[in-house]
């Protein structure tokens, strides 16, 4: 590590590392543009959305935001919103317990076929959803569930996103098994040595799984749109799709009130958790 | 799984010393199966039957209404020689692949490599760069795109391009740059794997002689090609799957003039708005066999490009 001991006198190499810290900064102002520009059309009045080139609108327009809360189609932002909610909670929780339970399996159990079922496993993360879309939604049409969240839910119950589960088994390996073995002496069996010891140590990992699934679920636009056609029913993604074919600019105030009102849950949790959030990705090359 | 109990003859030879082995071995064999019961259910349920199953219908005309009709090929010589339309995703979803993938790894790896000597900003950076690849999946940022890039937005105003949005020869481009700028994922894995680069090797390069451009394509590129391979194959994938900046940004329709019609926005058109259920069957069935092949072509050239630190060692 020569690297570290730079002598005093030489100051001016710092130009460098500024010049960089230039570039980066003057790169986030452009990526970061479009969500300046989406706060700033939010509170925009209708006159000034298209005509005016200045980004900060000349006064704020407060009453995009309360038509916004009044909801699309006759339905109320809280009704979509709490829709979103429980999509996303349904999905968070059925994909920690699910993914979690398989994981333990593969990464710390022997079984017949464990080599090849982990290779299927490994092989779904590259299947392309639509490969068993149709088919899923002929059985849960058969089961009279579309036009239901259990489309939307069920599915994650059955760890069918092996993404996390890869992620947690990869997790569980790094835990030293002496701690399990203790407890095996101690009397415990593969299933109370799994709640009382691994999954305890687990909670990083399962943390990980709940913020990712939560932030895909609530993104999450194909899906919803196949399954869900009662307006009563949508999510707060799903109202915004009634946006696209319009193109009339009167609408806009409100509907990007609509867009940052659907995008703050993601924010929050990003702001929240971002260390975390880089780290997951980081460790696990998972798509954000 | 009653064939258990019956074992292999030629696995009796080492009985002697493999007996105890596996005895535990069946032991644990039983809470396993209760451990991974949901997954099972879901692979066979939700991904093996649903498999077989669009393979089957991609063979038939269904509606979802009335029973099943067997048409043998017919989907997909209906596909493959009398769809213009079908022919026009294909290559609207290649062109796609073609400039998103390769442009958001470039960048990626171009503000990694940025990142990677900083000592101060490093980690205000890495999230700042990241947080496009969490919002720009919605469908909130796929409407500020759509009007950003709009007749009178803001690129047009900069440019003075009349909004690509409108114009078929510009509108998937809007769909790329969306992709483009979600660079931050790819680029967070790059920073990972820059990282894990022991600095002795740069200290020996430098020894021998190297320059920075040197040491970049001797050094950096070799240690970092597992994770480039990595993100092309990961990125990839994802790509020929895009849907919702298309679906936004093409009015639901895939316009103007079809030139935002990607794959799976005609795979949902025929299958969820048409009711051809087996066409749009045939066609995820392509999907599935072409990301599989362009996957193994990716693996079987990444032998002579990807090096393992570890082959060393052989």
């Known amino acids: ?288 | 799984m009653t064939t258990t109990d019956i074992p292999a003859p030629a696995a009796r030879k080492p009985a002697a010393t493999a007996a105890p082995k596996r005895r535990l071995k069946r032991e644990s064999q039983g809470p396993a199966w209760v451990f991974l019961s949901p997954w099972v259910l879901g692979a066979i349920v939700l991904t093996l039957l649903p498999m077989a199953v669009s393979l089957y219908l991609s063979f038939t005309d269904y509606d979802l209404f009335s029973p099943p009709r067997w048409v043998g090929l017919r989907n997909y010589v209906q596909m493959f020689t009398e769809d213009p339309r079908y022919w026009r995703s294909v290559l609207t979803t290649l062109t796609y692949v073609v400039i998103a993938v390769p442009l958001q790894l470039a960048l990626a790896l171009v503000v990694a490599l940025a990142l990677k000597p900083m000592r101060r900003g490093k980690g205000f950076y890495r999230s700042a760069f990241y947080a496009p690849s969490l919002l720009g999946a919605s469908m909130s940022i796929a409407l500020v795109w759509r009007a950003v890039f709009n007749d009178g937005g803001t690129v047009d105003n900069l440019l003075g391009t009349g909004g690509w949005v409108n114009k078929p020869g510009w509108a998937l481009l809007a769909v790329a740059l969306l992709t483009v700028w979600q660079f931050g994922a790819p680029m967070v894995i790059f920073l990972a794997g820059l990282q894990q680069i022991p600095g002795e090797l740069y200290e020996a390069a430098a020894v021998d002689g190297a320059g920075k451009w040197r040491q970049f394509l001797s050094v950096t590129v070799p240690m970092l090609s597992p994770v480039l391979f990595f993100n092309l194959v990961l990125q990839t994938i994802q790509a020929f799957q895009v849907f919702t900046p298309a679906f936004a940004i093409g009015a639901g329709k895939g316009g103007p003039a079809d030139s935002t019609l990607v794959y799976t926005l005609y795979l949902y058109d025929r299958g969820f708005v048409a009711s051809h259920m087996g066409y749009a069957s045939a066609m995820a069935w392509v999907l599935l066999i072409v990301i599989g092949g362009v996957t193994a072509v990716l693996f079987r050239t990444s032998r002579s490009w990807v090096f393992y630190a570890s082959e060393g060692d052989r």
């Open chain 1, 1 to 288: 590590m020569t690297t570290t001991t730079t002598p005093v006198v030489r100051k001016p190499v710092a130009w460098g590392r500024i010049a960089l810290h230039v570039g980066c900064l003057a790169a986030l102002l452009v990526m970061l543009y479009p969500l300046a520009w989406l706060l700033a059309t939010s509170l925009k009045p209708a006159d000034e959305v298209i005509a005016s080139l200045d980004l900060l609108p000349s006064r704020l327009e407060w009453s995009n935001y309360s038509t916004a809360l009044d909801g699309v189609n006759d339905v109320s932002i809280w009704r979509l919103l709490s829709n979103s909610l429980l999509i996303a909670g349904g999905a968070v929780l059925g994909n920690v317990i699910s993914c979690s339970l398989a994981a333990y399996a593969f990464a710390r159990l022997r079984f017949r076929f464990r080599g090849p079922l982990f290779a299927f496993m490994i092989a779904t993360i590259m299947l392309p959803h639509h490969a068993v879309l149709i088919p899923q939604y002929i059985i849960f049409n058969q089961l009279g569930l579309v036009n239901t969240y259990w489309p939307l839910i069920l599915p994650k119950f059955l760890a069918t996103e092996a993404f996390f589960v890869f992620l947690i088994v990869q997790f569980m390996r790094g835990l030293p098994r002496e701690l399990e073995e203790a407890a095996r002496i101690d009397g415990c069996g593969p299933f109370r040595s799994f709640f009382k010891v691994v999954l305890p140590l687990t909670r990083p990992a399962l943390i990980t799984t709940a913020i990712f699934t939560f932030i895909w679920t609530w993104n999450d636009f194909f899906t919803q749109l196949i399954y869900l056609f009662d307006p009563d029913k949508f999510t707060l993604t799903l109202a915004l799709r009634s946006f696209v074919d319009a193109s009339s600019t009167s609408a806009f105030g409100p509907m990007f009130a609509m867009s940052v009102i659907a995008l703050l849950p993601i924010v929050l949790f990003f702001l929240a958790f971002q260390r975390l959030l880089v780290e997951g990705m980081a460790s696990s090359g998972l798509k954000g």
